[in-house]
């Protein structure tokens, strides 16, 4: 399994789960036509997109990936601003609840955002293990060290220290998404000897440093862990095995 990623920040964001046999898209917030591109033009092994929330970044796309019979999954509440066809496969999913997309067991949860509704989702496969997934988070409400996560791709979006403070509405832009340390204190609290890999997503291009979160980022991950950032065409190796 390989995580490919697309786009992340506040002009897009959008990654893939490839497998062998099966691809699974998260967030639709760049055309089709890039996704494509990404995936080596895999259309037909794509099983499904799952949406974190509403906002544009994230959803702006949801029409070409619904009229091209793409399934898509995200909370009822993001489901009900989008209007939908009767052909469309949009899908309002439960919290808590898994459910399949092709080989993919996927777990919703519920994240801070900003009182705009959000979900984190935990993704499991065979080859690849587990993986959270969390952005545009204010803080991670649950514990999942029971899970033993092999990869997360969580949200690192700021660090005071780099932060602009003389512009005027600097707090709004802040909110609802998470801070360095916010971030460090997840890994902290849900790493197991099982983690392989950190992928921090949607850093932002003003008010943080990818080579320096990574560093602070690796100071708590552990020993053997990869730690990167999910800039354009990366494209990562995801196993649940060390070797």
């Known amino acids: 399994m390989f995580l490919k990623c697309i786009a992340s920040g506040s002009s897009g964001n959008a990654y893939a ?27 037909i092994k794509i099983k499904g997109c799952l949406v974190s929330h509403e906002h544009q970044d994230h959803l702006k ?51 801070p955002h900003n009182d705009t509704p959000c979900f ?9 293990g587990q993986l959270l997934f969390a952005t545009d988070y204010e803080y991670l409400p649950w514990t999942f060290k029971q899970w033993e996560i092999n990869h997360f791709l969580v949200e690192c979006n700021y660090s005071m220290g780099f932060v602009d403070q003389s512009i005027p509405n600097y707090e709004h832009i802040l909110r609802g998404h ?11 609290k849900n790493r197991t000897p099982k983690l392989r890999n950190v992928i921090l997503c949607h850093l932002s291009q003003k008010s943080g440093s990818s080579e320096y979160f990574m560093a602070e980022v690796g ?14 065409g990366l494209s990562l190796e995801l196993s649940k095995d060390p070797f």
């Open 219 to 232: 100071k708590v991950a552990g020993i053997g862990v990869k730690v990167c950032c999910a800039t354009p």
């Open 120 to 128: 984190a989702y935990l993704i499991e496969y065979a080859k690849m």
């Open 17 to 43: 789960l490839i497998g062998e046999e099966e691809i699974l898209l998260l967030e639709c917030g760049v055309s089709l036509k890039s996704v494509k591109k990404y995936i080596d033009y895999q259309f």
């Open 178 to 188: 998470a801070s360095l340390q916010t971030c460090v204190e997840a890994i902290k």
């Open 61 to 111: 796309y949801i029409r070409e990936y619904l009229n091209a019979g793409i399934p898509v999954y995200t909370n009822e509440l993001t489901k009900e601003k989008i209007q939908t066809k009767a052909s469309d496969q949009l899908h309002g999913v439960p919290e808590k609840t898994s459910f399949r997309v092709g080989g993919f067991k996927v777990i919703p949860f519920w994240v």
